[in-house]
């Protein structure tokens, strides 16, 4: 009897945590509902996915309580065809934007939502030794996935070391085999343990000569979603949408054409060969390589006023360290889509430089303001304003 104690004792803990407020209930369903989405559309090849959603059917049971929520399996794939806010447990939920999510389309696929904004509410949820055919970004949270990418960065790396390799890989997320061999070889960066690997069979097209290709993101410059006819980066603020177009040769490249009216304008990416590509994963594109081409992107913009800026200084204990005339600026670019889960992971850490939203997210702004009034926060619009003026009085 003792031990069956431990036993149940045991699987408590891994349900509620060590503490159980309605925000962290709230945060473990997304969680869950998250591993249930991507289980349940590799159910035919995965022998473990129906198993990881009567997992997550427990969890979820367990956040509500008795009577309330879904009860079986079968249940909460349903409400994952629905929004999640329709969950008892979500419907008073401060995010707004998580409560209108819907994991799963007409079609038992993933939605672009489940891609893009759950995978910040991603956790450990169960037992490790049962999730490790989960992709990374379904089970892990952003800050470990970070963590573990740039620690392999890191080891026996210096400064200029450290800097160069991660600037690589946020640079070259995708690529031909031979291509980023030798890039590697040529720079003498390092890799993160997993390095590259196979490109999504949903970000390639296959060809009605059965060739397959790929398009490279404008902005991050990994392989775009192909769903359909219609290609774009699983990252909604990389807004290009494009359309296919069959290759009017046999044996040529596909084309595509650019159907939405966002800006900025910018080329149109060529189809790249899918045999011998590869790519990094999708937790360190989403979590390395996204927030990584805004933090370039923004270097590139200061220079260009005059100013000097330094990469991720002591080896990432912020991301830019600025210099302006006689004035000197620390700043971490903060690029989450959800503002509740930025608020909820700047209040549990110590930081030690000014949080900047890039262009995309400046509208997240007046929220952290409001949420977090004691916390230094600007924008790139309007940093890139302060660093002009202190230009300008140099």
Same mark, same amino acid.
């Given at each position: ?98 409560? $209108?999510?819907? *994991? ?6 993933? @939605? /672009? +939502?489940?891609?893009? =904004?759950?995978? #910040? ?44 390799? $991660?600037?690589? *890989? ?6 031909? @085999? /031979? +291509?980023?061999?030798? =890039?590697?070889? #040529? ?44 290609? $774009? ?162």
């Amino acid at each position: 009897m003792p031990r069956r104690g431990r036993e149940e004792g045991h699987v408590t803990h891994w349900l509620t945590g060590p503490w159980d407020a309605p925000a962290e209930r709230a945060h473990r369903v997304v969680a869950a509902a998250l591993r249930a989405a991507y289980a349940w559309t590799v159910r035919h090849r995965q022998n473990d996915a129906m198993r990881e959603v009567a997992r997550m059917t427990g969890v979820v049971m367990e956040a509500h309580g008795p009577g309330l929520g879904p009860t079986t399996p079968l249940d909460l794939i349903a409400s994952l065809r629905q929004r999640l806010g329709l969950m008892p447990v979500l419907d008073a939920n401060a995010d707004e934007a998580i409560a $209108r999510t819907v *994991l799963l389309d007409v079609e038992d696929r993933l @939605t /672009a +939502e489940a891609y893009d =904004l759950a995978c #910040e509410y991603a956790l450990p949820v169960g037992e490790p030794s049962s999730s490790a055919w989960l992709p990374t970004w379904t089970r892990m949270r952003s800050d470990r996935i970070r963590d573990e990418t740039f620690k392999t960065l890191i080891e026996g790396n210096g400064q200029e070391g450290y800097t160069a390799s $991660r600037r690589f *890989l946020i640079e070259h997320p995708a690529g031909s @085999t /031979a +291509e980023l061999r030798e =890039l590697v070889s #040529e720079t003498g960066v390092k890799l993160p343990r997993r390095g590259y690997t196979d490109i999504p069979a949903d970000h390639l097209h296959r060809s009605a000569d059965g060739e397959t290709w790929w398009w490279p993101c404008p902005v991050c410059h990994w392989p775009m979603a192909v769903t359909g006819t219609t290609v $774009r980066c699983r990252y909604v603020p990389h807004a290009n949408v494009y359309q296919l177009a069959e290759a009017r040769r046999p044996r040529s490249r596909p084309a595509l054409r650019r159907v939405d009216e966002g800006r900025p304008r910018s080329a149109t990416p060529a189809a790249r060969p899918g045999a011998g590509s590869r790519c990094v994963e999708y937790g360190v594109w989403r979590f390395v390589v996204v927030p990584g081409a805004s933090e370039l992107r923004i270097k590139q913009r200061l220079e260009k006023l005059g100013a000097t800026v330094e990469l991720w200084p002591k080896r990432d204990r912020y991301d830019l360290h600025v210099r302006a005339g006689g004035k000197e600026f620390k700043i971490d670019v903060k690029e989450y889509r959800s503002p509740h889960r930025l608020i909820a992971d700047l209040r549990a850490k110590a930081l030690s430089a000014r949080v900047l939203l890039p262009q995309t997210h400046e509208h997240q702004w007046e929220t952290l303001r409001v949420s977090l009034p004691s916390l230094q926060i600007t924008t790139e619009t309007k940093f890139h304003a302060e660093v002009r003026r202190a230009l300008r009085a140099s």
